[in-house]
């Protein structure tokens, strides 16, 4: 597991203030004084909050007490030891490059000098574990993110995916054709292999009983594959739920070029509204689909997989995929029959071959 790599450069530049009745020499040597510093943070900030710490001394040996005086949405916080650090609850959006700017101060409780620090995100290197327990609650954790406005109300509950969906007007959360709703996806390179476990539709008050269909519903949950560009629709699916007439089944599709091909495996073959889907990314960048039944000890020996509609492709030309590919999970339905309803999943067990 690859951690990301964010390297943080910190530029310090220090004005400082003493009592008017100070000689000029006096201040000088009393007021305490920050060093110019740099730091390289070569580890995730999901797994620490620490930044770096920020050196102060004062030649009278004076205790110091830190503070940052100007915050950046209070995403930091600096204890009097120095050690500047992400507040409690915060996280940076290093997906993206990004440049936070707050200041901090040191008093000797006489003097202060301040320092205006400036946070740069500068690199980003993204973590290569596909693997999610979905342990605990609160937003998901080290994904890409694609059309979040379609579905935002994606979170972890109770050790569990959860996405919510209550509108879907305009079809604004379809995937279909040029039609590209949320993709909540990780990068992994071929060859790969990618299970989601008991994957599918929920009701709002159970995410575990799955709501009726009326023969006209179209309600589903399961996993893309994309290709790096986003902006093009061009990927593959496997999805959970009810397709119109053909309820409580598995749904296949390729779109090449803002153009999909569809089929599933039949009505009623998950009658729980949830299955396990395996996708095996092949040596040649080829995809084969498997399912079965939710195992819901997540235990290896007891799968037992089946291959989509026996041959485990999915239906039309797949795209060209090149060595590496989004993978993650997509909620979505065609129309407003059915809404509200949530997508659910309980892990992904993931790993590059």
């Not at 399961?222 to 093009?232: E, P, R």
Request: a negative charge; proline letters at 4%; hydrophobic letters at 35%.
């Amino acid at each position: 597991m690859k951690n990301t790599i964010v390297l943080i450069a910190i530029t310090l530049l220090l004005f400082s203030c003493s009592k008017d009745d100070t000689p000029p020499q006096e201040a000088q040597n009393e007021t305490p004084k920050i060093e110019s510093q740099t730091f390289n943070v070569s580890e995730s900030l999901d797994e620490t909050t620490v930044i770096g710490t920020i050196v102060a001394t004062d030649v009278n040996n004076d205790a110091l007490t830190f503070t940052i005086a100007t915050n950046d949405n209070g995403l930091f916080t600096v204890n009097d030891t120095g050690e500047l650090t992400l507040a409690s609850g915060k996280t940076l959006d290093y997906d993206i490059a990004q440049t936070h700017t707050i200041k901090v101060a040191v008093s000797d409780g006489t003097n202060t000098v301040s320092a205006t620090i400036t946070i740069n995100v500068t690199e980003v290197i993204e973590n290569s574990s596909l693997s999610d327990d979905f342990k605990g609650n609160g937003p998901l954790l080290n994904y890409i993110t694609n059309n979040e406005s379609a579905l935002p109300d994606v979170t972890r509950t109770d050790g569990r995916y959860r996405a919510n969906l209550v509108n879907n007007q305009d079809n604004i959360t379809l995937h279909f054709n040029n039609d590209q709703g949320r993709l909540d996806a990780k990068k992994v390179k071929f060859p790969f292999e990618y299970i989601a476990r008991n994957i599918g539709i929920g009701t709002q008050e159970d995410s575990q009983t799955a709501p009726s269909s009326n023969g006209n519903s179209y309600l589903f949950c399961g996993v893309q594959v994309h290709t790096l560009s986003l902006n093009q629709a061009n990927s593959s699916h496997v999805v959970v739920g009810h397709r119109g007439n053909a309820s409580f089944t598995i749904e296949g599709k390729n779109t090449l070029d803002g153009n999909s091909s569809v089929n599933d495996i039949g009505a009623n073959t998950i009658p729980q509204g949830r299955a396990d889907i395996r996708i095996v990314g092949n040596q040649d960048n080829t995809l084969t689909v498997y399912w079965q039944l939710p195992n819901t000890t997540q235990n290896p020996q007891n799968d037992s997989w089946t291959l989509y509609n026996a041959i485990g492709e999915l239906p039309g030309t797949a795209p060209s995929y090149s060595s590496e590919v989004y993978i993650g999970l997509i909620t979505y339905a065609f129309h407003s029959t059915g809404v509200p309803f949530v997508g659910t999943c309980d892990a992904i067990q993931g790993k590059e071959l």
